[in-house]
């Protein structure tokens, strides 16, 4: 698969700040997947500062909190 415009990513990005707990985590676990993908991964370096804050409400909203991390160490992983 090949994601030939990465400006659509930005779409995805955007839904992390939606007021719906389902569709941030559905978000973030697609964030996952697509950052698997190096070019979509250096996109989603812009996301990383709200996916650390989401990553440390482990009170509030456990499940995002730990897919958050998952989304993270999958942004910054280096080959």
Same mark, same amino acid.
């Given at each position: ?13 955007? &839904?992390?700040?939606?007021? =719906? ?8 676990? +697609? !964030?996952?997947?697509? #950052? ?6 250096e996109?989603?370096?812009?996301? &990383?500062?709200?996916?650390? =804050? ?8 456990? +499940? !995002?909190a730990?897919? #958050? ?11």
């Amino acid at each position: 698969m090949q994601i030939y415009d990465l400006d659509k990513l930005n779409t995805i990005i955007m &839904l992390l700040y939606d007021v =719906e707990e389902q569709t941030r985590l559905n978000t973030i676990q +697609l !964030i996952s997947m697509v #950052a698997e993908y190096p070019p979509a991964r250096e996109k989603f370096k812009q996301a &990383l500062e709200k996916l650390q =804050e989401m990553a440390r409400q482990t009170a509030d909203a456990p +499940l !995002i909190a730990q897919h #958050a991390q998952v989304a993270i160490d999958v942004i910054t992983w280096v080959p």
